[in-house]
């Protein structure tokens, strides 16, 4: 068993919010949800191998999922010693009135909620899941850890959508210091990838058709189940790699817009 600082699975691709610059691009309207049965696989394939002292469900917004509270306990199964949180935006956790009594019921288990917005709209909104969250604590006990992760939002990648460009600092290494997933080994299709960034940039490709400019990074090849044990430690060993050059080598800072979706923003 290779224990590892933390591993992440997207339980869905889509998002009720459009946060500019988003690492995971959730803001760039993708779809679709991981089954049940899918997630069971994919967690088999390495939970033999792998201990994370983290692991997180996310996404996208993984409350958009109808079954993410048997997903949290599917993922218990699998990794009965890891700390296991639930990152949110917090919107649309009122859809799961059943994961609360789970969450509380876990001393490892924490709901991790972001706060993407300083904005009065924003805090308008989320004054509903404040009390939400109030009462789930007093009734069931959970740990809710709030984020603002408004306060060390950096852009990722320039432009959107087919528009979107790399970085072309040239410093992977620099890059890689800098960089806030430089941690967070995501579980995706089965296989290993380095980071958010590189593991979702297919679904950028088939949606997008991306420029060029994007090839080296496109061609990424994340590790498989069956990879050797020196294969496995070889990739939990290393640090900056040419890919990591897609990315800002110096954080480059900015003041986010309003990302709620109009059309999804009472969901």
């Not at 296991?84 to 991790?112: I, K, M, S, W, Y």
């Not at 306060?151 to 979107?164: C, D, E, K, P």
Request: proline share 8%; with cysteine; hydrophobic share 40%.
């Amino acid at each position: 068993m290779r224990v590892i600082d933390s591993l992440e699975l997207h339980v869905t691709h889509a998002c009720n919010l459009a946060c500019e610059s988003c690492s995971h691009y959730s803001n760039h309207g993708h779809d679709g949800l991981l089954s049940l049965a899918e997630a069971d696989s994919w967690m088999k394939l390495w939970s033999q191998r792998l201990r994370p002292r983290l692991f997180s469900l996310l996404g996208g917004e993984p409350t958009i999922h109808p079954e993410l509270t048997e997903l949290v306990r599917l993922a218990r199964r699998h990794w009965p010693e890891a700390r296991l949180q639930v990152v949110t935006n917090g919107f649309l956790l009122h859809r799961h009135p059943r994961l609360p009594e789970v969450l509380g019921a876990d001393p490892n288990a924490c709901l991790a909620v972001s706060i993407h917005h300083t904005g009065a709209e924003y805090r308008r909104k989320l004054l509903p899941v404040v009390a939400l969250l109030i009462d789930w604590q007093r009734r069931w006990g959970i740990e809710v850890d709030l984020r603002p992760s408004h306060g060390s939002w950096t852009r990722r990648y320039h432009g959107y959508g087919a528009a979107m460009r790399p970085y072309a600092d040239g410093a992977p290494r620099r890059s890689w210091e800098n960089c806030p997933a430089r941690t967070c080994k995501q579980l995706h299709d089965g296989r290993l990838w380095k980071c958010p960034a590189i593991a979702y940039l297919p679904l950028q490709q088939a949606r997008f058709r991306l420029a060029r400019a994007w090839a080296p990074y496109l061609a990424y090849q994340p590790l498989t189940p069956e990879c050797s044990d020196a294969e496995l430690d070889a990739f939990l060993a290393r640090e900056d790699e040419s890919c990591c050059a897609m990315c800002p080598a110096e954080p480059e800072r900015f003041a986010m817009p309003l990302p709620l979706r109009r059309e999804r923003s009472d969901a």
